[in-house]
Nanobody, 124 residues
Framework: QVQLVESGGGLVRTGDSLRLSCTAS????????MGWFRQAPGKEREFVAA????????YYADSAKGRFTISRDNAKNTLFLQMNNLKPEDTAVYYC?????????????????WGQGTQVTVSS
C-alpha cells in the first residue's frame, strides 16, 4: 500500500489555474499507475486522469482533455495535476490514487490506495 497526501486545492474563479500535488510514501512497485479522481456533491467519484510509472503515457477523461495535465516526479515521489481554464463544473474534492498494476483504469475500485482529498472550488 502507498500512503498519499494531496495539496494545492483552493477557491478560484472561472478561467483560473491550479496545480495539485500528491506526495507518496511507503512501498511502491515499478508497475504502478497513478491517477486523479474527483467527487462533487451528490455525484459519484469520477475519473480525471492517469499516468504510468515512467510517465510517458497518460490518459484523460473527456472533461479534462486540453485543460488538465498529469505528470509525476518519481525521484520526489510526487504526482501533479495542472489544471488550466477551470470551470464551475470542475468544483469537487480531488483525490490522488495509486494502482498496483501496469494498465490504466478509470474505475475507482481498481485503485487500492487513496489520499484524503483536496477541495477545489471554482466560482462563476
Amino acid at each position: 500500500q502507498v500512503q498519499l497526501v494531496e495539496s494545492g486545492g483552493g477557491l478560484v474563479r472561472t478561467g483560473d489555474s491550479l496545480r495539485l500535488s500528491c506526495t507518496a510514501s511507503g512501498r511502491t512497485f515499478s508497475n504502478n499507475v497513478m491517477g486523479w479522481f474527483r467527487q462533487a456533491p451528490g455525484k459519484e467519484r469520477e475519473f480525471v486522469a492517469a499516468i504510468n510509472w515512467i510517465g510517458d503515457r497518460t490518459y484523460y477523461a473527456d472533461s479534462a482533455k486540453g485543460r488538465f495535465t498529469i505528470s509525476r516526479d518519481n525521484a520526489k515521489n510526487t504526482l501533479f495535476l495542472q489544471m488550466n481554464n477551470l470551470k464551475p463544473e470542475d468544483t469537487a474534492v480531488y483525490y490522488c490514487a495509486a494502482r498496483s498494476a501496469l494498465y490504466y483504469s478509470s474505475n475507482p475500485g481498481a485503485f487500492g490506495s487513496w489520499g484524503q482529498g483536496t477541495q477545489v472550488t471554482v466560482s462563476s
